[in-house]
């Protein structure tokens, strides 16, 4: 019954171990994010051989060595999960599942780079919902012409990124209408910012355990529904049709020791690259004539997230919508309801208080990418011009941050001229 998916003159019959061990080494040879794993050691030597010392090298050399271990935390997070059982496992890859970006910001955020880590939180929302969804739309566009896939669950993750939006903007809003208020009569003061965004962190993070608990136990079906079971029936035909292995489609799951150990070793070696990247961030983004929200929008939120975006890319090549709208969908509700309030609690620790008050810029960019994903969800359909679209909105954002100038720099420094006033006038 079943056909051969190669055109070789060999029977139904010949045992199937000789050729899956020759797909595993011709798999070395394959195009991977594996390949790139030889940039950690070079790295490793730019940051401590003071004769190949250079920032702006180190800045890209690390970002670059970041991708590939994220991808290794990504896959040890995965085959983890499946030794935990639905509910945990479920549990830890929401977790885990932007923990590079995190600590990429945790290291910012100790070192001062506020105005990073808040572009690098809006960076990746926009990235997900524009550049990810865009990528995937185009990608599967060109080989299915529709897509289907679960419209229940994108539209609960949709609104779910609406209700993050508004909480994100009100910061910007109060910041604005109590500016206008003296300082004397209850107006705008640091210290009152500071309390607004930890209490909105507060809601925020109390949504998004709400958010798992639907997800994960009481409406877990909605997120493998029909459409999901679909797409799944079509993967075979095409793998076949596509000629691609199989055996990528069931790849034996790891131990739970040496789950643990890659996801312990990934992580030592991503906390290790994020401290060299962000050590040279500065030197290196006045070298190559960037702002600090042109970095943190666009290129930290990229590389932090590269793993995660290649994996969305290719499900929506193997026609499963349903797990690529998850990945993109999920890792943006992710950063704006679990990353954002935590990278808000851990600066209090750090004893650098940061605010959710983002620029105008960026809130309209969060906006502008949730209603469009929005109304791309709401039909439950896909094909790649839907694709060219979202990009070629991230692509005039992007263009937008590039020319915009240092608005959190320039907001920061009015923060601290005001400061000693709000002190005068408790």
């Not at 059982?85 to 070192?111: D, M, P, R, V, W």
């Not at 780079?113 to 808040?118: C, H, N, S």
Request: net charge negative.
């Amino acid at each position: 019954m079943s056909k051969p998916l190669q055109n070789k003159s060999q029977s139904d019959s010949d045992p199937p171990t000789v050729e899956t061990k020759a797909d595993r080494r011709s798999s070395w040879f394959k195009p991977s994010l594996d390949w790139l794993l030889i940039f950690v050691p070079v790295a490793i030597a730019m940051r401590f051989i003071p004769g190949l010392y250079n920032p702006t090298w180190l800045f890209v050399v690390s970002c670059i060595a970041i991708i590939p271990l994220a991808g290794w935390m990504g896959k040890a997070t995965e085959h983890l999960a499946e030794h935990l059982g639905q509910g945990i496992g479920g549990l830890l890859n929401a977790t885990f599942g932007n923990a590079a970006e995190l600590i990429i910001a945790l290291f910012a955020l100790s070192k001062g780079l506020e105005g990073v880590v808040k572009a690098s939180i809006t960076g990746s929302i926009i990235g997900n919902l524009l550049l990810v969804l865009g990528l995937s739309f185009v990608a599967g566009g060109a080989k299915f012409k529709e897509q289907i896939f679960n419209r229940t669950a994108a539209s609960m993750s949709a609104t779910a990124l609406t209700l993050a939006a508004i909480a994100l903007l009100i910061p910007s809003i109060f910041h604005q209408v109590a500016a206008q208020v003296p300082v004397a009569a209850g107006g705008w003061t640091p210290a009152k910012e500071q309390s607004l965004s930890l209490a909105i962190a507060v809601v925020l993070i109390v949504t998004y355990g709400f958010t798992l608990l639907f997800s994960l136990i009481t409406h877990k079906k909605l997120f493998v529904g029909e459409a999901m079971q679909g797409a799944t029936q079509k993967v075979g035909e095409e793998l076949e049709r596509h000629e691609e292995p199989i055996e990528e489609m069931h790849k034996e799951v790891w131990s739970r020791g040496k789950s643990i150990v890659v996801l312990l070793v990934a992580t030592g070696f991503v906390a290790l690259i994020s401290e060299f990247l962000v050590g040279a961030i500065e030197q290196a983004r006045e070298s190559l004539g960037l702002t600090e929200v042109f970095v943190g929008v666009i290129v930290v939120a990229i590389i932090g997230n590269a793993a995660e975006h290649s994996s969305a890319i290719l499900m929506a090549m193997r026609n499963k919508m349903d797990l690529s709208l998850s990945i993109a969908l999920g890792s943006s509700l992710q950063i704006a309801l679990f990353v954002a309030p935590i990278l808000i609690f851990a600066s209090y620790l750090f004893g650098r208080p940061m605010n959710l008050e983002f620029t105008i810029p960026e809130v309209v960019a969060v906006i502008a990418s949730v209603l469009i994903a929005e109304q791309i969800s709401s039909d439950g359909e896909s094909n790649w011009v839907e694709g060219v679209q979202l990009l070629s909105v991230y692509a005039v954002l992007a263009i937008l941050f590039y020319f915009l100038p240092d608005v959190h720099a320039a907001a920061t420094g009015a923060v601290n001229s005001i400061a000693p006033a709000a002190a005068a006038h408790p």
